[in-house]
T-cell receptor, first 119, second 115 residues
């Protein structure tokens, strides 16, 4: 079974600085998708960034980028020029894309990291 | 507007009663999911469905049941067998595998409290 681990329960950053959130996952599959979601106090889940496992190039969305290390099964999120609105709980997620597996389509989340942004 | 709707937003249940949480989507998504979130915790998968009339147990399915009779709907029943049902429940949907966009879209959630 796939597992997703976020080892940092809480992180903090000064406004305008850069912060990196860690995520590791365990899988025997070669075909999958990885995601970072943001959950602000409203509790609405918002997609931050997506990475396809078959792509070597790291995904980037404006101030958000990932460092995807497939062999190490690591998927960290870097937030540059942090803003007060970035304060939220961040979740890393894994979705199986292996059609021959028993977990086909299963979407698994990590425990989350609470990010605080200081003005 | 396309989206995913959960109802009700708040739900109170007496101990020993079954209760059903509604989840409807008009995004034409094949896959749907139910998660449970406890305070300060991550999302734990209860059930998921990749296609109509088919669903799989997630990591914490005991005490819960689902049905997927229509593509748009994926109701979750919290049974009396669930010993600690008070939690925030999130429903999500996504396009099927093989699509370019595989991310999940979430509803606003249902807060269930046992009284």
């Amino acid at each position: 079974a796939q597992t997703v681990t976020q080892s940092q329960p809480e992180m903090s950053v000064q406004e305008a600085e850069t912060v990196t959130l860690s995520c590791t996952y365990d899988t025997s599959e070669s075909d999958y998708y990885l995601f970072w979601y943001k959950q602000p106090p409203s509790r609405q889940m918002i997609l931050v960034i997506r990475q396809e496992a078959y792509k070597q190039q790291n995904a980037t969305e404006n101030r958000f980028s990932v460092n995807f290390q497939k062999a190490a099964k690591s998927f960290s999120l870097k937030i540059s020029d942090s803003q007060l609105g970035d304060a939220a709980m961040y979740f890393c997620a894994y979705r199986s894309a292996y059609a021959g597996g028993t977990s086909y389509g299963k979407l698994t989340f990590g425990q989350g990291t609470i990010l605080t942004v200081h003005p | 507007d396309g989206g995913i709707t959960q109802s009700p937003k708040y739900l109170f249940r007496k101990e020993g009663q079954n209760v059903t949480l509604s989840c409807e989507q008009n995004l034409n998504h094949d896959a749907m999911y139910w998660y449970r979130q406890d305070p300060g915790q991550g999302l734990r998968l209860i059930y998921y469905s990749q296609i109509v009339n088919d669903f799989q147990k997630g990591d914490i399915a005991e005490g819960y049941s689902v049905s997927r009779e229509k593509k748009e709907s994926f109701p979750l029943t919290v049974t009396s067998a669930q010993k600690n049902p008070t939690a925030f429940y999130l429903c999500a949907s996504s396009r099927g595998q093989g699509s370019m966009n595989t991310e999940a879209f979430f509803g606003q959630g249902t807060r269930l409290t046992v009284v």
